[in-house]
Every structure is written in structure tokens, then in C-alpha cells.
């Protein structure tokens, strides 16, 4: 574990950080010492979880971004944001995500799952990639899930119009996080800016409240065998802090330890697909 204030002089944005593992990892890593910047969808909310971290870690350098993952423009805007606020970023936990169904598309026209899961922080890491670059050495840590051995990617089908189910939809983005970590690390070989991805446990947070059906009702019938938020985000904070993971990238994580994921998210041509693909999609370059 890291020593108190470890992360003195250290900005870090974290996804997703006003509700279960995302305001955890906030929060440990205000207690470091870092200056943490949280997003979030609604100000109002960010302004809640900015006064409870900054009190509970006695570390006023706790800021609030607004962004919304269900829009592109709002990803875009939130990264313009924090560029122009922060002249470095040395940790960046894309933590925000959910299970949604019944299906239904995006203001982008997008699977919920696909966006909000993936295609925003593929997005947004893009966008901060050279403010990354600028700070290394830094870190790109990317919540995935064991359920990512449910997904599998079909690319004439990636948005699930025949035969959708929110957790396959939600296993395919999972999916995706991993394969992006990949081919991330890859593309920054050499440049002191490590990628991971990571299984946080199965969580007991609301994050399953936005499905119906079968899906939530089994949130909410096994709640009681779920980890805390903050046992969750214990792999979260250790990629993000722990020296004993300097200069380890491309990884999937569980409990603290490299695991092997799905033969699927080892697939380094579907990794690189998935790249050009996420790349057109979200209107950027793929180089």
C-alpha cells in the first residue's frame, strides 16, 4: 500500500466519482495527496461527493468536471475542460459505466452499453493522451469486469440489433475495455504512460439499477453477497498508486494480481479492429 501522500503534486481524474468504486478511488487518492478531479453527470451531485472527499480526506484539491457519457459532444467538452484547467494528468481511472437495458440508442445513436462503457472513455483517453504523455510517468487505469468472459464482439452486429440482452451488451463492452487496454499499451510502448484494465469483484453499488427485468431483480436478490464499494475499488486505487506496479501495462487485474482474461480479449487483430472501428465512431483519428 502506499505510503499518506504518496501522490503529493499528482493530478488524477476519476470517472464515474460521485457514487460507489469511483468515489472510493476519489477518495483514496485524495487522501494521498493528489489533486483529484471527479466528473460526473450533474453538478449538483458533484458538488455532494467534492464536500464529503474533501472533508474525509482533509484535502481541499478536489475538483468537479460535468460530463454526461451518454453524449459525445458532453465527453468532448468535459476533456476541453480539464485541458484547460491542468497543464499535467498523471492518473486517469476510466471507472464510470453500468448495465442498461432494455435497449435503447444514445443521443449519438449508440448501443447505451457500447457508449457509456466504452466508446466515452476511448474518447476521452484519446483526447487526454498527450497531456498523459506530457506527464509521464502516468497511468490509464480502465474498469472492466469478469463478465467480459460473456461478451463476444461481432462487428456487423456491434450495437446488438438482432437478439439483444443487457448483460450481453454489457459483457461486450467490458469486452472492449480490455481489448482497448491492449492495444492502448501497445500504441504507448515507450513512452512511460501504462495502461491496465481490471475486475473490480461484483460490486454492491447501483450500478445495476439502470437494467429491468430479471437483470436487476438479480442486483437486488444477491446484493447481500456483494463487496463493499470500497473493497471494490481496492484494485482500482492499488493500480493507480503502488509502486509495484511501475512499468507494468497491458494487463487485466483482479484482487491486486495480473489474471489471464477470455481467449477473446487476448485477440490482438480484434484489439486493433476495435480501435479503427471505435476511432470512426467517435469521429478521430485511428493514429
Known amino acids: 500500500m502506499s505510503p499518506p501522500w504518496a501522490l503529493r503534486g499528482k493530478t488524477c481524474l476519476v470517472t464515474g466519482a460521485t457514487s460507489g468504486i469511483g468515489k472510493e478511488t476519489a477518495l483514496a487518492l485524495a487522501r494521498q495527496g493528489a489533486t483529484v478531479v471527479l466528473t460526473c453527470r450533474t453538478l449538483e451531485r458533484g458538488r455532494a461527493a467534492q464536500r ?3 472533508v474525509a480526506s482533509e484535502n481541499p484539491s478536489v475538483e ?15 476533456a476541453d475542460d480539464f485541458l484547460a484547467r491542468h497543464d499535467r494528468l498523471h492518473v ?9 437495458g432494455p435497449r435503447r440508442l ?18 476521452l483517453t484519446n483526447l487526454l493522451l498527450d497531456r498523459l504523455q506530457e506527464s509521464a510517468p502516468s ?25 439483444f440482452t443487457a448483460m450481453g451488451a454489457y459483457g461486450r463492452s467490458k469486452l472492449a ?15 512511460g504512460v501504462t495502461a491496465n484494465a481490471l475486475h473490480p469483484g461484483v460490486v454492491g453499488t447501483g450500478f445495476g439499477s439502470s437494467a429491468t427485468g430479471p437483470v436487476r431483480w438479480g442486483f437486488r436478490w444477491f446484493g ?8 471494490g475499488a481496492d484494485t482500482s486505487i492499488f493500480l493507480a498508486s503502488s509502486p509495484e506496479v511501475a512499468g507494468i501495462t ?8 495480473v489474471r489471464s482474461p477470455s481467449p477473446e480479449a487476448r485477440d490482438d487483430a480484434a484489439a486493433r479492429r476495435l480501435w479503427e472501428v471505435s476511432a470512426r465512431l467517435c469521429g478521430i483519428g485511428a493514429d
Open 52 to 54: 464529503e472527499i474533501r
Open 92 to 100: 486517469l481511472v476510466n471507472n464510470a459505466g453500468g448495465v442498461f
Open 64 to 78: 468537479v468536471l460535468v460530463g454526461d457519457h451518454t453524449s459525445l459532444k458532453a465527453v468532448r467538452a468535459m
Open 177 to 191: 475495455n480490455i481489448l482497448f487496454t491492449r492495444e492502448l499499451a501497445r500504441r504507448l510502448a515507450g513512452t
Open 106 to 123: 444514445t443521443e449519438d445513436a449508440f448501443e447505451y452499453n457500447l457508449q457509456i462503457n466504452h466508446l466515452a472513455h476511448f474518447l
Open 250 to 257: 497491458g494487463e487485466y487485474f483482479s484482487k491486486r494480481r
Open 139 to 163: 497511468r490509464i487505469i480502465t474498469v472492466s469486469s469478469g463478465a467480459h468472459r460473456w461478451g463476444r464482439l461481432e462487428f456487423e452486429d456491434l450495437q446488438m440489433e438482432r437478439g
Open 224 to 231: 447481500w453477497a456483494m463487496l463493499s464499494p470500497a473493497r
